[in-house]
């Protein structure tokens, strides 16, 4: 089976599994390990925006008072916290788009949670009013892993999981 197939599956599997459902992590807990089984990627799991310690979405100085923090993964131990614009996946979720690297160690700020990883795609979840509240995130071990295929299908099962930080 071509990795076509395999995401025409797979998004057909996710969206029978997550019907009905509304608890954000535990949609997220499965489509996160649908994925990873499926796929066999390295490291698969979301990332959630939440508060930091200071409390707050922002101030009026700026300053951001939030993180992305780990959320629901399959794989090796991750970082936990991570800065809003740094690394891949904080970068995403500023620029409220996927991301796609095909050598981390290119990457500006790369986050290394594992120095197997090489390269890695994440895809921001956003909320109907535009806001991203999770990301997507993916690693591999091998060069350039992520390609067309993987974001438009990526990002279409991220689409479908809006619905959990609509309020």
């Excluded at 395999?6 to 599997?13: D, H, N, S, T, V």
């Excluded at 799991?45 to 951001?64: I, L, M, Q």
């Excluded at 939030?66 to 979720?93: D, N, S």
């Amino acid at each position: 089976m071509d990795k076509e197939e395999k995401y025409q599956l797979l998004e057909a599997q996710i969206a029978s599994l997550i019907e009905g459902e509304t608890d954000a992590v535990s949609v997220m807990a499965n489509v996160c390990a649908a994925i990873h089984e499926t796929m066999d990627f390295f490291w698969t799991g979301f990332y959630v925006v939440k508060p930091t310690a200071a409390g707050g979405e922002s101030a009026c100085d700026g300053e951001r008072h939030e993180e992305l923090r780990l959320g629901p993964f399959q794989g090796p131990v991750a970082c936990m916290h991570i800065p809003y614009g740094r690394g891949v996946c904080g970068t995403a979720w500023k620029q409220c788009k996927t991301i796609v690297v095909d050598d981390v160690e290119q990457f500006p700020g790369h986050i290394a949670c594992s120095s197997l990883s090489r390269s890695e795609i994440v895809v921001p979840l956003m909320a109907s009013d535009g806001t991203v509240r999770a990301v997507l995130d993916i690693d591999s071990t091998a060069l350039a892993t992520f390609d067309a295929i993987d974001r438009r299908h990526l990002e279409s099962i991220i689409s479908t999981l809006r619905y959990l930080f609509d309020e």
